[in-house]
């Protein structure tokens, strides 16, 4: 991802390094359940999955830091929507929200985020249930949908802001 990059360039290079992860995690469990799981496969989907988290939030980082700029100061994300919902965007307001969120748990884990995705659960966010919370992460990226989901509502947001 260049430093002159538009939005919609990151978007793409994301989705293509998503697409890549996604196959790599696909294969991996596939190998998994067609053996008794090992070690060593679970700690390669374990780094993939990382992989993965990380670009979900460089993207979805450098999406806010590309557009802060629609913003004199303050939280990127929260402002947006806030301006989305009073311009009768609603569900694309929650779909920020939820991603944001996610995002942030992705980084900071349990905290603040957590607890308000926990509270108000959508049907974007998708939490791992290992049962003793013992998974490194909280959010399960490579849930069908998620990423896709994730650079959509980035690109739909991007197109607003600019557009407005």
């Given at each position: 991802m260049g430093v002159s990059s538009t939005v919609p360039e990151l978007v793409a290079a994301a989705q293509a390094d998503a697409k890549t992860l996604q196959d790599q995690i696909s294969g991996k469990r596939d190998l998994v359940d067609g053996q008794a799981g090992s070690r060593s496969h679970d700690e390669q989907l374990g780094t993939v999955t990382g992989a993965l988290e990380t670009v979900a939030v460089d993207v979805f980082s450098a999406f806010e830091a590309r557009m802060q700029h629609h913003f004199r100061r303050g939280p990127f994300s929260r402002k947006l929507v806030s301006l989305l919902l009073a311009s009768d965007k609603a569900d694309l307001a929650e779909r920020v929200r939820q991603y944001y969120l996610a995002v942030n748990v992705l980084k900071h884990g349990k905290g603040a985020s957590y607890r308000e995705l926990l509270d108000a659960p959508g049907d974007l966010?998708?939490?791992?249930?290992?049962?003793?919370?013992?998974?490194?992460?909280?959010?399960?990226?490579?849930?069908?949908?998620?990423?896709?989901?994730?650079?959509?509502?980035?690109?739909?947001a991007y197109h607003f802001l600019e557009n407005r």
């Open positions: 966010v998708i939490f791992y249930d290992d049962g003793e919370n013992t998974s490194a992460s909280l959010i399960d990226v490579s849930a069908p949908g998620f990423f896709d989901g994730l650079t959509a509502t980035i690109l739909e």
